[in-house]
């Protein structure tokens, strides 16, 4: 396993400008975004992230494969057979339910892929005193790469948070239902914003990205650009009210589903710090530059 540096990731990408963050949420799969994404100088996959029969997709190319220990081992081929990506990225968190890292395995199923194994980036100028647990891979990989590389246009697609009623949570496991209890997916999805907001450059995303963005009342980021390439079934007068009024109904029951949801995290939190067992971090000042 070729061990890589932060400088030595930089130097591989320091003329990138551009950057396709796809995420795993099976709604990447709604869009023919596959020329779009690989027209981004940067393309970040997580993970099991497959390429192949859907490339008209998701795009053909991986730069950056984001991947931790427990979601590739023994289920994921190796990053070679599947994506070929130039450089691997783990952040490194504690490890769930207690289990050990079986380091010397993870690294031979990285082979002769470019590694970077580094501790999660400490993210800054966030407020974050919610927060009990880590965050999403795609969090972190936001944060860490708009830090590191000098982004100017930005593509985003494939995040839903574990979404009640989005569509499958995975594309690769679509018959797989998630919660994400290792995480606080409402404070990831706030925090999620919060980067973005930060972000002066061109943001392009698709629609199921736009719903976690109004989730979060802070965001005033860059130019932003609603990806045209969603398909639309209805037209007409009549079709365009049916339209409507279904949209509406599903942005209702997701509003719902995602307050109940929230209520969920909050409360397991306030349980959890009466019963000791976690201690919330300090809250952060914001920064002012």
């Known amino acids: 396993m070729p061990r890589l540096d932060v400088l030595q990731l930089y130097d591989m990408f320091a003329n990138a400008r551009s950057m396709a963050i796809v995420g795993n949420a099976g709604t990447i799969l709604n869009y023919q975004n596959g020329p779009t994404i690989d ?33 590739t081992l023994e289920r994921a081929p190796a990053p070679a057979e599947a994506l ?10 504690k490890s769930p339910k207690g289990k050990d890292i079986d380091s010397q395995a993870f690294r031979q199923w990285i082979g002769d892929v470019p590694a970077l194994i580094t501790f999660a980036p400490d993210i800054r100028n966030v407020t974050q005193a919610g ?8 969090t972190y990989a936001l944060y860490a790469f708009l830090s590191l590389f000098k982004i100017e246009r930005l593509f985003l697609t494939g995040f839903t948070f574990y979404s009640p009623v989005a569509a499958a949570q995975k594309y690769y496991e679509p018959e797989v239902r998630l919660l994400g209890f290792q995480h606080d997916l409402d404070e990831d999805a706030r925090v999620f914003c919060e980067i973005l907001a930060a972000f002066k450059g061109q943001l392009e995303m698709t629609p199921e990205v736009t719903a976690a963005l109004q989730r979060s009342k802070s965001f005033r980021g860059g130019a932003i650009v609603l990806s045209p390439r969603v398909p639309r079934f209805a037209s007409g007068v009549g079709g365009r009210i049916v339209a409507f009024f279904s949209g509406l109904r599903r942005r209702i029951i997701a509003k ?23 201690v919330a971090p300090a809250q952060l000042k914001r920064w002012k530059s």
């Not at 070929?84 to 490194?92: G, H, K």
């Not at 927060?131 to 795609?138: A, K, M, V, Y």
């Open 39 to 71: 027209s981004y100088d940067i393309i970040v996959r997580f993970n099991r992230a497959y390429t192949k029969g859907v490339e008209d997709k998701i795009g053909s190319r991986t730069d950056i494969l984001v991947a931790n220990i427990g979601n």
């Open 84 to 93: 070929n990506p130039r450089a691997l990225v783990c952040f490194v968190t």
């Open 131 to 138: 927060r009990s647990r880590q965050f999403l891979n795609g």
């Open 256 to 278: 719902l589903a995602w307050t109940l949801l929230s209520w969920g995290f909050s409360l397991r939190r306030r349980l959890e710090r009466k019963a000791g067992r976690v």
